[in-house]
């Protein structure tokens, strides 16, 4: 009975992770969704260059250093085409985290782990990270192996732990914050198994030091400023929370107060606090700790005796219902995303009708098409923190988009060599 339950998580999952480029696809359009033409570009590349390079294809350059994500990427691409990896690879890294996620519920004994996993499932968010390209899915299934592996009580299970942990700083410096924040308080409450915890803790601690030391990793930061709305995906966030799932945690914190827990609530403040200094990604890796909150108070709801079982039955039809829509408005947001076929003739055509050198103007939401499709350079891309004199740049842009006045207008634009 209890495999049966996980292999229908499993076939929800690959639906709904499957769903929204079938329906890109059904509707004529194969294009990649959004930020996966950056990856796929960088992949393309990687086997040419050294590990470190200068990426010329936004203004003023930018070093890349190579990231695990993009190794993993160029080397299934190989030999199953980059079409095919670019669809294949997220959902492949989706079903193993979901896998190693129910693992470690099962081995904490958390009794409402189908509820909590379905959760997971539905979550907008995660539907995000295990369908479009990007690193985040590999730095969050590698965090999940590590701490299954340390969970198995072996000494060469706990090696190749800290082994797998010193690829997280070379993927995302949050990564590393929020493993390490993890297995904290796993230390804590686990008294066991403490022993296994902190030394794996230990070692990412080092391992994390010397790899910023020495290669001078870039530490994330967010530029552009964050609204209400991009953590909230009713209201548009692409890597927001249900708004549904979210009262339901709110609601858990509340109801599952414990002052045994305290570590954990501090924790969670931490991480939230995380979100607006390093930007709405950081939302990928609280959605599984939100889950799980937003799981128990569910279950807490329906076992809950009510005075008015009319209310008890509208209330839940309300949740379910919200839980259930929110996925499927999302999966038709994804695949409406752009590009589609219009952009990519667009920007076919301002390849073949611009100089190779030349550098494109327009929103750094843009970027990483113009950057893939047209190969051409771009004032500002998604990877805002990696640009010098970002910050400058973005607010220069913005008077350009909303500027009345003409000579200000083509001063800036000639101070960045736009024609």
Not at 176 to 185: A, W
Not at 374 to 389: H, S, T
């Given at each position: ?270 991480l939230l606090a995380a979100v607006f200094y390093f930007g709405s990604y950081v939302n990928q890796y609280l959605c ?57 003739y667009s920007l076919d055509f301002l390849r073949e009708s611009s100089n190779e050198g030349d550098i494109i103007f327009s929103h750094y939401n843009n ?53």
């Open positions: 009975m209890k495999d049966k339950k996980f292999i229908i998580i499993l076939l929800i999952a690959v639906i709904i992770l499957s769903m929204p480029y079938f329906l890109r696809i059904l509707s004529g359009n194969p294009t990649f969704i959004g930020d996966s033409y950056y990856h796929t570009r960088i992949a393309k590349i990687i086997d040419s260059k050294s590990v470190s390079y200068a990426d010329n294809l936004v203004h003023g350059g930018r070093t890349y250093f190579l990231n695990p994500y993009h190794v993993l990427l160029s080397f299934f691409s190989g030999f199953l085409g980059m079409e095919l990896t670019a669809r294949l690879l997220p959902l492949f890294l989706g079903l193993l985290s979901l896998s190693l996620f129910y693992f470690i519920l099962r081995r904490y004994m958390v009794k409402d782990r189908f509820l909590i996993t379905v959760f997971l499932i539905i979550s907008p968010i995660f539907a995000y990270t295990f369908t479009v390209l990007n690193e985040h899915s590999l730095a969050i299934f590698l965090i999940l192996l590590g701490n299954s592996l340390i969970l198995l009580k072996k000494k060469w299970f706990l090696a190749l732990a800290v082994l797998i942990f010193a690829l997280l700083p070379f993927i995302s410096f949050f990564s590393v914050i929020f493993n390490v924040i993890l297995l904290l308080n796993q230390g804590i409450m686990d008294k066991k198994n403490s022993k296994n915890i902190f030394t794996a803790l230990l070692f990412l601690v080092l391992f994390s030091i010397i790899s910023f030391s020495v290669f001078n990793l870039d530490i994330e930061k967010s530029i552009a400023k964050l609204g209400v709305e991009e953590f909230i995906s009713d209201f548009g966030g692409l890597l927001g929370f249900s708004i549904f799932i979210l009262v339901l945690f709110v609601l858990g914190l509340a109801y599952l107060w414990n002052k045994k827990y305290i570590t954990i609530y501090l924790s969670l403040i931490i599984f700790l939100v889950v799980i909150f937003a799981g128990l108070t569910f279950n807490r709801l329906l076992r809950r005796k009510w005075s008015l079982t009319a209310i008890k039955n509208f209330t839940l039809i309300v949740l379910i219902c919200g839980l259930i829509f929110s996925p499927l408005s999302y999966i038709k947001i994804l695949s409406d995303y752009p590009p589609d076929h219009k952009i990519v970027g990483f098409l113009i950057e893939s499709i047209a190969e051409r350079p771009v004032l500002l891309d998604g990877l805002l923190n990696d640009i010098p004199f970002a910050e400058e740049k973005l607010q220069e842009s913005s008077e350009i988009f909303y500027s009345s006045n003409l000579i200000d207008t083509k001063q800036l634009l000639e101070k960045y060599s736009i024609e």
